[in-house]
């Protein structure tokens, strides 16, 4: 007949188990059911668009910052992603697996470009974006893995093919304002008054709204010889290529170029950016 164990004899087992368990944690041995796998880290240098109270962003890319890091930590990392706007920073992350799948990236550390590299890992390039669907305000990251260490910057000129991405870029974001009387003509959106001046300046005849918006061939050379004056002007400024093209997109809205990185413009500007690098 098997003897029933008393309570406080049941009392001693558990006691030796939760000892036991403790003893194995401390050696490494505990194992956290459904915990999930270390995250990979990496370096990737690229030009900082933009800075919110969430993420820093990059062409292709979202860094998130971690929740779970110290308060004081995130709000340095602000203060220096924003000294770092428009310019090339060296962004320390960690992510779960492939960056062209992970969602949810999170920025570790944030330096100017050429500071603080890992040298027993190759630091990444910001990578060309896909072809995708019109609509994206931030491109998200292609799966091609383009190490180029080329930079806009390195760059002398802006070619015609350059132009024609911004040409491009304009087209697909261009607002929709939903009434057919709105006074815009063709996919760019444009007032009657800027095409006859256009035409008049690029062609040496004016072209009537009507034509320019039924010959699509003919309004981008048009808009061609227009912004491509003001992007190689722009470039002459910034001596960057990204910045260049945010600066040429808020002229096109604001008349102003001045004001591609305020509110409300610049989130405009980010998505004629976004646009604009898909096209190239």
């Known amino acids: ?11 001693t087992i558990f006691i030796g188990l939760c000892l036991l368990a403790g003893f194995l944690c401390q050696g490494g041995f505990c194992f956290a059911a459904g915990s999930e796998p270390a995250g990979n880290t990496g370096q990737i240098e690229a030009v900082v ?3 919110d109270e969430w993420a820093v962003y990059v062409p292709n890319l979202i860094f998130y910052f971690d929740t779970q890091m110290d308060k004081r930590k995130i709000e340095t990392l602000k203060r220096v992603a924003n000294r770092l706007r428009n310019k090339k920073a060296l962004i320390t992350y960690s992510s779960t697996g492939d960056l062209s799948k992970d969602k949810h990236i999170l920025l570790s550390d944030i330096v100017s470009a050429g500071k603080n590299r890992n040298l027993e890992k ?4 910001a990578l060309k974006p896909p072809g995708d669907s019109q609509g994206e305000v931030v491109p998200k990251l292609s799966e091609e893995k383009v190490h180029s260490t080329e930079t806009f910057s390195s760059q002398t000129q802006i070619s015609d093919k350059q132009v024609s991405a911004l040409v491009e870029a304009l087209r697909l974001s261009a607002p929709n304002t939903g009434n057919p009387n709105d006074g815009l003509y063709s996919d760019w959106k444009i007032k009657w ?13 004016e072209i009537e709204p009507a034509e320019f918006e039924a010959n699509t061939q003919k309004a981008r050379e048009i808009l061609a010889c227009i912004m491509g004056k003001i992007l190689r002007e722009q470039y002459e400024i910034s001596k960057d290529e990204s910045v260049a093209v945010r600066r040429a997109a808020s002229w096109w809205m604001t008349g102003d170029p001045d004001k591609y990185d305020t509110t409300p413009t610049s989130s405009y500007t980010v998505k004629v950016l976004g646009f604009y690098r898909r096209a190239r």
Do not use: D
Not at 122 to 125: A, F, N, T, W
Not at 193 to 205: H, V
């Open 1 to 11: 007949m098997e003897r029933k164990l008393s309570i406080g004899e049941l009392k």
């Open 49 to 51: 668009i933009q800075v």
């Open 122 to 125: 190759p630091v990444l390039e």
């Open 193 to 205: 008054e800027n095409i006859i001046r256009w035409s008049k300046r690029c062609t040496g005849t």
